[in-house]
Every structure is written in structure tokens, then in C-alpha cells.
């Protein structure tokens, strides 16, 4: 591993630190904070097919070391990324990641279609959303259906294409297998963990949609596991993610075999999270190999 020129499988990141898809909007609001050049990728937020609401309030609680989310993929939808995100982010020079999320697996093809002529730098196929009735994490709890969305956005682009794995599943590692059999080129992982918490006052979940995605550094041995367990069975690379706080937790998801790391939750925490966790892990990273 090292900082500079961080090869993952055809893209190449200026360094191995990146943001996780749906904790950092489309840029704009970080852009306010420091110089979104400093990053080797920007994940977006999840894209759908038409403009979606997400879900009812409340979307988020607050737990020990972490939170849990529903918010449903509420976006702008795929069309106005294109025309009103894309110019924006290539402002910077820093790689763009479309995350494409599907009710099915024709959405999921149609999306890909649709950025296969547009300019960005990879797409992220978020097989492992827990916020929505139907697709999301479905497709990332089976290996035949994580191998059939995987091969069929292949078949329609020639961009560079991640999967993004679900934790909520029993052994990662054959899901891992089909993404890398069917044409992925690199993985991310984890997404969130589904959780839950109560309200002891009204004794109702407080999440509207009562069970959502756990994040944040109580996910973080899970990830690092994950990670661990994946990398000895694929030769692709992997994007580690959940729970990383600062540059000590970015290098345990190296150490344990991922290539880039993504900060998620951290940047809720704290906006300067990205560019401190790149500060530090200069100190445990050599600049080229
Ligand atoms: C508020 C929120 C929204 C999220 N939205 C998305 C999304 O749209 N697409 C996706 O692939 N992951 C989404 N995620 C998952 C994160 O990208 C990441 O995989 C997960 O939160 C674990 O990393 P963390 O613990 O550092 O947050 C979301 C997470 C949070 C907290």
C-alpha cells in the first residue's frame, strides 16, 4: 500500500482516501470546508433512476459509537446529477463515483446505460441498501442475484465498476466471489448494519421506518473483519469502509487487505474528517512502492 497513485483494478486515486456514498451529499457542502482536490475519489449520494423522497422522519437515531439511518435514497435522480453535479465536481480534480442503486435488476442496467456515456470515473453498484422495500440489499444477500446485477451492468459499460457489499449476510465471501466472477472490478464494503432502537418515552422505534443501517465506529471491527475475510479470497481490490474516524482506523482496514479506505460517518461528525484521516495516514503509508 502507499499514498500516491493508488491503482485499484483501472482507476487510478491521486491517494487511498475516499468518501462513502450518502454521507457526503454531491461535494458542495464539504467544498465550503477545504479543497475537494485533497481526495483520491468523491462517492456520491445514491442515484436512482427517477428523483426520489427517501423515507418518512425521523430517518436517524443516535446510538453508543454509532447511528442508525433510513433516509431511502433521497436524490435528485440520475438525470439532474448529470446535468447539475457532474460540472460542479470536475471543479476538482479528484475521481467521481456514480452510486447506482435499483428496484431491479433493469433499473440497475438502465442507470448504468444512462453513465456509461457520461463522465465519470467509476460506478458503484450499491447491491446493499437496507432503506428501500424492494432491490437494495436483496441483490447483495445472494450470491446468484449479486452475480446476475453484477454481469448485467458489465454487460452494458465499459467504465470501471465497484459492487458494494451488504454485511447482512452470512459469509461475505461467496458474495464477494460472484461480484469479481461477473465483472466487478474492484469492492467496497461495509455498508450499514440494519439496527434498531426504541423511544423509552413514546415506547415506539424512534425511526419512522423502524429498522435502519448502523454506522460509525461501532461497525468498525465488523468492517475490518469483513474486509480481512474478502481479501483472502479475491484478487480484486477493496475499498474499506465503516467506522473510520481518523487515520489509526483507516490503516487497521489496510492492514487487514483493503487498497482505499472511505469515510462515512465521520464526515457527519466532523467535515474536516476526510483530509485529517489523509494528514495521518501519511505517517504509516510510504509515498510510492
Ligand atoms: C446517512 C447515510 C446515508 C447513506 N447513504 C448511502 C447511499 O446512498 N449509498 C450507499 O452505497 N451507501 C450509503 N450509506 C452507507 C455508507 O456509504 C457506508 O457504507 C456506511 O455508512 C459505513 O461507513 P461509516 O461507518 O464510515 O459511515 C449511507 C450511510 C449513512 C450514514
Do not use: W
Request: aromatic share 6%; glycine share 10%.
Amino acid at each position: 500500500m502507499q499514498m500516491n497513485n493508488v491503482d485499484l483494478n483501472g482507476l487510478v486515486l491521486k491517494n487511498p482516501v475516499t468518501v462513502a456514498s450518502g454521507t457526503f451529499g454531491f461535494g458542495r457542502e464539504f467544498s465550503d470546508f477545504y479543497d475537494l482536490s485533497l481526495l483520491g475519489a468523491i462517492s456520491v449520494k445514491g442515484l436512482t433512476l427517477k428523483p426520489r423522497e427517501g423515507n418518512p422522519v425521523p430517518r436517524l437515531a443516535e446510538t453508543p459509537m454509532g447511528m442508525i439511518n433510513s433516509v431511502g435514497l433521497q436524490n435528485p435522480g440520475v438525470e439532474a446529477f448529470i446535468r447539475d453535479e457532474i460540472p460542479f465536481l470536475r471543479t476538482f480534480d479528484t475521481k467521481i463515483i456514480a452510486n447506482i442503486n435499483g428496484n431491479t435488476l433493469e433499473e440497475y442496467v438502465e442507470m448504468a446505460k444512462i453513465l456509461d456515456k457520461e463522465d465519470v470515473d467509476s460506478i458503484e453498484v450499491n447491491i446493499s441498501c437496507p432503506n428501500v422495500k424492494s432491490g437494495g440489499m436483496a441483490f447483495g444477500t445472494d450470491p446468484l442475484m449479486a452475480s446476475k446485477v453484477t454481469s448485467a451492468v458489465r454487460n452494458v459499460t465499459s467504465k470501471h465498476i465497484i459492487v458494494k457489499l451488504s454485511p447482512n449476510v452470512t459469509d461475505i465471501r461467496t458474495i464477494a466471489k460472484a461480484a469479481e466472477v461477473s465483472g466487478a472490478n474492484c469492492l467496497s464494503m461495509i455498508n450499514t448494519i440494519t439496527g434498531m432502537a426504541f423511544d423509552l418515552k413514546t415506547r415506539r422505534p424512534i425511526i419512522a421506518n423502524r429498522i435502519g443501517g448502523l454506522s460509525g465506529p461501532a461497525v468498525k471491527p465488523v468492517g475490518v473483519r469483513m474486509v480481512y475475510e474478502t481479501a483472502s479470497v479475491v484478487g480484486i481490490p477493496i475499498i474499506g469502509m465503516g467506522g473510520i474516524m481518523n487515520a489509526e482506523d483507516a490503516f487497521e482496514y489496510i492492514l487487514a487487505g483493503a487498497s482505499a479506505i472511505a469515510v462515512g460517518t465521520g464526515n457527519l461528525v466532523n467535515p474536516m474528517c476526510a483530509p485529517q484521516v489523509l494528514e495521518g495516514l501519511k505517517k504509516y503509508l510510504p509515498a510510492e512502492v
